[in-house]
């Protein structure tokens, strides 16, 4: 009988609702049933959402599949296979991109990129490397918390994620804010990592570092608020001025621009990338600590003849004790995307 009556009810409150002008609400109805009957939780929703909008260039097949880090889409980049991830870790979600086999590679992109900066880099690491890219906080499709920014914070992201995936001593490449990150890494674990690599600028304050907070964008990006609104619907405009300072600004594609300015035009992402620069004075005292003992891995040092030149050498060999490098001919800062083969050639010369 009560079945009977809650099915009078059902219909009736249906008929209603198709006689009113709120059909929607139906709708909205039988897809949270929908949904909640597959099963999918907002974590899952979440994650489905974060992985759209990869380069569809890059797009070779997707599946979804129930491992530790949740599977997103498969990409194959010169006939490499790699596959998105985001992992918990240090209480932000990160996005990384993974592949190959053997000993693991890790690549810490820079401002105003994300882990697209070693799609060319990549695919000669994976014949005989795990090669390991993630999006660092705040960036691409990793979470974008409030805090966090300084060295220190965002390498123990990094290790965290090197941890959950079962790796322990690695290979560490670093460019840009990538650098600051890769140093921090390297002087708090310095028995995990087997190779440092620091592309193109000096560890701030240390040696040459000592004076980089003197550029101009530097020096506006680290006021708070103002950059933020200034910037606010002309990303584009913006962060192009930066892709064409180099040598070879053909080097950067409209395309790969696109994908750049996708994500730090997403509500949030300019605020992540300025909160970088902001976190500078705080990685300036992090690494005079970490200063007073020289690493002792061998670290490899290069730089853009159209950038810094040798300031990231200058720098390294006030704080490791074998370290070598030099200048990347033809190259500005963008060295992964200006010289991808020369990298490449010094990488896994380096690497052993």
């Known amino acids: 009988m009560k079945s009977a009556t809650l099915g009078m009810l059902v219909k009736l409150c249906l008929n209603k609702v198709m006689q009113s002008r709120t059909k929607f609400l139906l709708i909205f109805l ?7 009957l597959l099963g999918l939780n907002q974590n899952q929703i979440a994650n489905a959402q974060q992985l759209q909008g990869f380069p569809n260039s890059l797009a070779s097949s997707s599946s979804f599949t129930k491992q530790q880090q949740p599977t997103g889409i498969y990409i194959s980049i010169d006939n490499m296979t790699f596959s998105h991830h985001t992992a918990s870790v240090n209480g932000v979600q990160l996005h990384y991109v993974i ?14 990129e994300t882990w697209y900066e070693w799609r060319h880099v990549m695919p000669a690491l994976a014949k005989n490397h795990t090669v390991i890219a993630p999006d660092l906080r705040g960036l691409g499709d990793s979470s974008k918390p409030l805090t966090g920014y300084d060295g220190k914070t965002t390498a123990e992201d990094i290790h965290q994620l090197v941890s959950q995936l079962g790796f322990r001593d690695i290979f560490l490449v670093g460019h840009d804010f990538g650098v600051q990150v890769a140093y921090s890494y390297a002087a708090a ?17 240390i040696g040459t570092g000592e004076n980089i907070r003197g550029l101009w964008w530097i020096q506006f990006h680290m006021v708070r608020d103002l950059p933020e609104m200034l910037v606010a619907g002309h990303e584009r405009e913006y962060l192009t001025w930066f892709y064409r300072y180099a040598c070879n600004p053909a080097a950067i594609t409209k395309e790969d621009i696109d994908e750049y300015v996708s994500h730090y035009s997403a509500p949030g992402g300019m605020r992540a990338g300025f909160e970088y620069y902001r976190a500078l004075p705080e990685d300036i005292k992090q690494n005079k600590e970490y200063s ?13 003849k159209c950038s810094f030149g040798t300031a990231a050498l200058d720098s390294m060999r006030l704080l490791a004790t074998n370290v070598s490098g030099g200048i990347v001919p033809d190259s500005g800062h963008w060295i992964a995307e200006e010289h991808p083969d020369y990298l490449v050639g010094q990488l896994l010369k380096f690497f052993g």
Request: hydrophobic share 45%; glycine share 14%; charged share 15%.
């Open 189 to 205: 674990h310095p028995n995990e990592v087997r190779r440092l690599v620091i592309l193109d600028v000096p560890i701030p304050g």
């Open 99 to 112: 592949g190959g086999h053997g000993d693991p590679v890790v690549l810490l992109h820079g401002w105003p």
């Open 30 to 36: 039988v897809t949270s049933t929908a949904l909640s």
């Open 292 to 304: 007073k003992i020289k690493l002792p891995m061998p670290v490899l040092a290069l730089g853009g």
